[in-house]
């Protein structure tokens, strides 16, 4: 079963820094798209940036130009660096992959890190 393990979420004040990695183990045959999604209470899930197999990203409006994902390919993890935060970005964040595992492609899903943006 593949397994999403996501680390680096905490509690930051307003305009600093955060780095979320997630790393996928277990019965990988094929990786596709990687995502970031994110949650704030009463909110439904939201995409926040994703990254095909080739490199290709794509980001919601509300964090172009302060969040960057990246992806290792080899080391099968996807990263998510975020910048000048801002009080807003408080929310769970679920990693996300569209991949292959013991021959079923679907969507996978992380436990989810808190992200917490507050002075």
């Known amino acids: 079963q593949l397994q999403l393990v996501e680390s680096g979420g905490g509690l930051v004040q307003p305009g600093g820094s955060l780095r979320l990695s997630c790393a996928l183990n277990?019965?990988?045959?094929?990786?596709?798209?990687m995502g970031w999604y994110r949650q704030a209470p009463g909110k439904q899930r939201d995409v926040v940036a994703t990254?095909?197999?080739?490199?290709?990203?794509n980001y919601a409006d509300s964090v172009k130009g302060r969040f960057t994902i990246s992806r290792d390919n080899n080391k099968h993890t996807v990263d998510l660096q975020m910048n000048s935060l801002k009080p807003e970005d408080t929310a769970v964040y679920y990693c996300?992959?569209?991949?292959?595992?013991?021959?079923?492609?679907?969507?996978?899903w992380g436990q989810g890190t808190q992200v917490t943006v507050s002075s």
């Open positions: 996300n992959t569209d991949a292959i595992s013991w021959g079923t492609r679907r969507d996978y």
């Open positions: 277990g019965g990988i045959s094929v990786i596709y798209s």
């Open positions: 990254i095909t197999s080739d490199g290709s990203t």
